[in-house]
């Protein structure tokens, strides 16, 4: 079985081809071409040569045929016999072949139909060649042939028909409509052919009219089409559309639409108010990508280099993300699990999405949703309103024109509501992947697939994320970086990023290890390291200025030269209590900037019994301060009675920096334990936890935050809650290695730990 590669022309079954057997030859086929020898006509999708020629080169249904002849003079006839559906076709520069299944069709045309069909066909081609000097020698030909197949075939070099609609002519299943196709394409041609002699003359007939207006428009566009090409700048707005439109692969609910405004577009023209406002729409609709992306193999070797060539430490997330990965790699799926990154400012929780982009191999998008109010930032205006745009979310899919990208909503803890909507519960339908195939955008209005997005989103806090939107997300923690990963970060990426901006050459610049250690230390005061960034991206400005004046070559920064080239004083941190006294006892904080240490300051002078609060408390921490007096007022009945003339003063330092949360619940009560018992808290020891008026230590959060402030500041012995326990798991081993951690489930353990004895 011979496989004959054709392009542009029209092999119907059921007819008689005649070929020169050059053509044959031409083909490279390795063996002789013989009588009754079985052949099966492929066409081609683009005109290519044989030796690049591909499977997907060809469309999938084709034309067997058996060779009748072959006489002396070269000719060969082929008569084929009927469609067949082509598999595993396999293309050399020597020969090409395929496996063929006969192809059954719909028989919805009956013969005597066809035939009378036929011959009104065969007596207007008759008619129509009388008008040309060639018609009599052509009337034989028109005459001899049979079946409306022949004609086509015989025309298909003359039909105004492209590669596209020929196959679509084979293709069809149904006999009847296959029938009709043919017919029309005769019919227009014969009436482009009529066209240009009879263009004043107005037919009689229905059928007549239709097919020139068919004719018409043909020529038309094909005129439009060259002149496009020969003056592509007075290419008008329209035309543009309609090409973006064609080429632009949208479903049939958009296209719809699409096809609606242009048309109304058309009838508005340009002097019209409403076009602009019709212009960016349709601008904004062609310039989404609606086509589908195949789906990628993800290498999890090279995804796993790229995260840590980007980012130091951080191995839970990572391996969280490579795990995401994996799934996405085995289910063949463009999305997974919509992840929530949630840690302090500049722990690398939105530059990891961008990571995670390069990693898939895709386009990165970034929506920041800080302080929207809005619901027409998620869902866009409605084109009523003047002025209207697209929501935030469709501004990001035109923006990086992809329908898979890695998406990071930024800063979705800051969302807020007012009369205007809530934009939070706009967004869960945009995060639920049962529901996101179909999102409408208000200014669309029509439905566009969102479920190839992989949502990434980033928050400081989950406590402001309304409960529905947060259970569509997988919460993933971004601990605060210890001092050695901030120096390892520095080292590694800030410092040369900030080197490379400001122009500075690593033979420029040099900071010791000594003066980076400093830096972290002194002059920041942060979970994340954007401060850090600042701080060395300072240091390189000053360099610069050294550099440019010529007052030095070299430049090597110490601890020393640190107040030279950084204008801020170095920051506070609170340290260890240098001596012990009743009443005051060491407590750990957590705030966005990372963890911090506290005092309680409890204090007795006379009066008449009443509490004074101070320190900017906030309602919860005020609430603490009643549980904790009740507490040790059940627990020293005796001592307590000091308070009936004594006037109670609890004061948390800084003052000016507001304090909230129940977390210093345990502290407070170990101070005024201590104050009504005069005995002192030892200055090593440090507390967190929640405590109940059943005298139960609650957990708490911000551990790993924690426990690095009592690090830094000299702490030996912290006391937490026994059901955080497991949290220490995402403490760095550094900072466990330099603390004793005393887990405590209720507060007469900790009392009984912390209170010493009088001194007489």
């Given at each position: 079985?011979f ?14 081809y005649?070929?020169?057997q050059d053509v044959?030859?031409?083909?490279n086929?390795?063996e ?12 081609l ?21 058996k ?13 084929t016999?009927g469609r067949?559906?082509v598999r ?8 090409m072949t ?8 719909e ?5 005597e ?9 065969r ?7 009388q008008?040309?000097?060639w ?15 022949e ?10 028909l ?9 293709e069809?299943?149904?006999t009847?409509?296959?029938?009709e ?16 002699e009879?263009a ?7 059928h007549?009219k239709v097919?020139?207006?068919e004719?018409?428009?043909k020529?038309?566009?094909?005129l439009q089409r ?7 700048e007075?290419?008008?707005d329209v035309?543009?559309f309609?090409?973006?439109?064609e080429e632009?692969?949208?479903n049939?609910?958009?296209r719809?639409?699409a ?6 577009m ?13 212009y ?8 989404l990508?609606?086509?589908?992306e ?10 796993e280099?790229?995260?840590d ?7 839970k997330?990572k391996?969280?993300?490579?795990q995401?990965?994996a799934v ?14 949630v840690?302090?400012p ?6 990891i ?22 619901e ?5 205006h409605?084109?009523?309103y ?5 929501g935030r979310?469709m ?19 800051k ?7 809530d934009?939070?519960s706009a967004?869960l339908e945009?995060?639920?992947?049962e ?13 566009y ?8 989103c ?22 605060g ?9 520095a ?10 901006k ?16 400093t ?8 979970s ?5 960034k600042?701080?060395l991206?300072t240091?390189c ?14 430049i090597t ?5 640190l ?10 941190h609170?340290?260890?209590l240098e001596e012990k006294r009743?009443?005051?006892v060491?407590g750990?904080a957590w ?6 240490i506290?005092?309680?300051?409890t ?11 101070t320190?900017?408390?906030g ?5 603490s ?5 009740s507490?040790v ?5 005796k001592?307590?009675?000091?308070l009936?003339?004594?006037?109670l003063h ?9 304090k ?7 502290t407070?009560?170990?101070?005024l ?9 030892s200055?090593e020891y ?11 230590v609650?957990?708490i ?10 690090q830094?500041?000299?702490i030996s012995k ?6 955080n326990v497991?949290d ?6 550094e ?5 004793t951690?005393?887990?405590v489930?209720?507060?007469?353990e900790?009392?009984g730990m ?7």
């Open positions: 079985m496989v004959i590669p054709i392009y542009d022309m029209i092999i119907l079954p059921e007819v008689t005649y070929f020169k044959f030859r031409e083909l086929l390795q002789e071409l013989k009588e009754d020898e079985e052949v099966v006509f492929l066409m999708k683009e005109d290519r040569n044989r030796d690049e020629m591909r499977p997907e080169d060809f469309f999938p249904i084709g034309v067997s045929g060779v009748e002849g072959i006489d002396s003079e070269g000719s060969v006839s082929v008569r016999l067949v559906d595993a076709i396999q293309a050399t520069p020597d020969m395929a496996d063929v299944e006969a192809r059954s069709g028989q919805d045309l009956d013969a139909e066809a035939k009378l069909r036929f011959d009104k066909l007596t207007s081609m008759l008619k129509f060649i008008r040309f000097q018609g009599i020698w052509a009337r034989s030909y028109v005459l001899h042939w049979k079946n409306v197949s004609v086509v075939s015989a025309l298909s070099a003359y039909l105004n492209t590669n596209e609609e020929k196959y679509a002519i084979l069809t299943d149904s009847r409509e296959r029938f196709k043919m017919e029309r394409s005769v019919y227009e041609f014969m009436e482009i052919a009529r066209v240009g009879e004043e003359n107005d037919q009689q007939e229905r007549e097919y020139r207006e004719a018409i428009k020529q038309i566009e094909f060259q002149l496009d090409e020969m003056h592509p007075n290419v008008s035309r543009k309609e090409q973006k439109i632009s692969g949208m049939e609910t958009a719809k639409e096809e609606k405004v242009l048309n109304r058309k009838q508005e023209g340009k002097d019209s108010h409403e076009y602009g406002m019709l960016d729409f349709l601008d904004f609709l062609t310039g990508c609606w086509k589908k195949e789906v990628q193999e993800l290498d999890l070797e090279e995804a280099a790229v995260l060539r980007e980012h130091y430490g951080l191995k997330v391996q969280r993300i490579i995401q990965m996405m790699a085995l289910n063949r799926q463009q999305s997974g699990s919509i992840l929530l990154f840690g302090p500049g722990t690398g929780k939105t530059s999405g961008q990571s995670i982009a390069e990693a898939l191999h895709r386009k990165y998008v970034r929506v920041s949703l800080g302080g929207v109010r809005d027409a930032e998620i869902r866009g409605r084109r009523t003047v002025g209207a745009m697209p979310i501004e990001g899919m035109k923006r990086c024109a992809s329908s898979n990208p890695v998406m990071v909503l930024d800063e979705v803890d969302l807020s509501k007012d009369f205007s909507g934009p939070a967004l945009v995060l639920d992947p529901q996101n195939r179909t999102f409408t955008d208000h200014y669309m209005n029509v439905p697939d969102l479920s190839d997005v992989l949502f990434v980033t928050a400081n806090t989950i406590d402001t994320i309304p409960e529905p939107l947060l259970n569509r997300m997988e919460v993933i923690q971004f601990p970086y210890t001092a050695v990963e901030k120096e390892q970060i080292r590694k990426h800030l410092l040369p990023k900030a080197m490379k400001m122009g500075v050459k690593a033979q420029n610049l040099k900071v010791t290890d000594a003066a980076l250690q830096v972290i230390r002194d002059y920041t005061m942060e994340g390291v954007r401060g850090l600042k701080q991206e240091l400005r000053y360099a610069a200025v050294k550099l440019v004046k010529g007052e030095q070559k070299s920064v110490s601890p020393k030269r107040s030279e080239f950084l204008d801020q004083k170095p920051i506070h609170e340290g260890i009743p009443g005051v060491t750990l705030t966005s900037a990372g963890g911090e506290l005092f309680i300051e204090l007795l002078v006379p009066g008449s019994g009443k509490v004074q609060v320190g900017q408390l309602d919860v921490m005020k609430e301060v009643q549980i904790a007096l507490l007022k059940s627990m020293y009945p001592e307590a009675e000091i009936k003339d004594h006037d609890i004061h948390v330092p800084a003052g000016a920096v507001p909230d949360g129940p977390s210093a619940g345990i407070m009560t170990s101070a334990a201590s104050l009504l018992t005069q005995k002192a808290v200055p440090a507390m967190t936890g929640e405590v109940s008026l059943r005298g139960t609650m957990p959060g911000g551990l790993p935050e924690k426990l690095m402030a009592a830094r500041a000299g912290v006391l937490i809650p026994k059901a497991d220490l798991d995402e403490v760095a081993d900072v466990k290695e330099k603390l951690i005393l887990p489930e209720k507060v007469t900790v009392l912390v209170l010493e004895e009088k001194k007489r």
